[in-house]
T-cell receptor, first 112, second 114 residues
């Protein structure tokens, strides 16, 4: 069973600041990494996926992956009140592992 | 058009009862999943079907029985219900089975067992 740990929240940032979310995983052979956003009372929605070491940028979101350190992070630049949500890190193992393991989530609040 | 739909959205029932939650996806995906999200927001996989075949069956009490009549539908039957089953249950689907596929979640079913 993969363990996925996220930094405990809640994380409160002022509008316009950078929110930094961290995630570590225990299974060294994990290959696929995802960040989901979940608004209160809603379902998770995928915002980023990353498979290779390094950075991947999509708009105001940047995912960073370091497989040697078993670490994946998400940066939200120019944070907006609409970014206030719980962010779930999810990890999938090797090619024969079909399970997506989720972390407990980090709740982000962006103060206007 | 709703991609992944679940019914009912809310379900309040008594302990010991027998209930089902239904899920349908119109994305043409091959793989469907059931997740349970508890009060601490921890989202955990329960079952997965690929083309109607059970491929993931986590350590879940056998009171929970999934059924996939076709690859667009995955239902979850619970009998008998217990207090600890109160949670939000999410259905999800993905195009293919394997690493890297994006999972799309339904709106969730909030189950309350009294």
């Amino acid at each position: 069973q993969k363990e996925v740990e996220q930094n405990s929240g809640p994380l409160s940032v002022p509008e316009g600041a950078i929110a930094s979310l961290n995630c570590t995983y225990s299974d060294r052979v994990s290959q696929s990494f995802f960040w989901y956003r979940q608004y209160s009372g809603k379902s998770p929605e995928l915002i980023m996926s990353i498979y290779s070491n390094g950075d991947k940028e999509d708009g105001r979101f940047t995912a960073q992956l370091n497989k040697a350190s078993q670490y994946v992070s998400l940066l939200i630049r120019d944070s907006q009140p609409s970014d206030s949500a719980t962010y779930l890190c999810a990890v999938k193992g090797g090619s024969n592992d079909y399970k997506l393991s989720f972390g407990a989530g980090t709740t982000v609040t962006v103060r206007a | 058009d709703t991609a992944v739909s679940q019914t009912p959205k809310y379900l309040v029932t008594q302990m010991g009862n027998d209930k089902s939650i239904k899920c349908e996806q119109n994305l043409g995906h091959d793989t469907m999943y059931w997740y349970k999200q508890d009060s601490k927001k921890f989202l955990k996989i329960m079952f997965s079907y690929n083309n109607k075949e059970l491929i993931i069956n986590e350590t879940v009490p056998n009171r929970f029985s999934p059924k996939s009549p076709d690859k667009a539908h995955l239902n979850l039957h619970i009998n008998p219900l217990e207090l600890g089953d109160s949670a939000v249950y999410f259905c999800a689907s993905s195009q293919v089975l394997g690493a890297g596929d994006t999972q799309y979640f339904g709106p969730g079913t909030r189950l309350t067992v009294l």
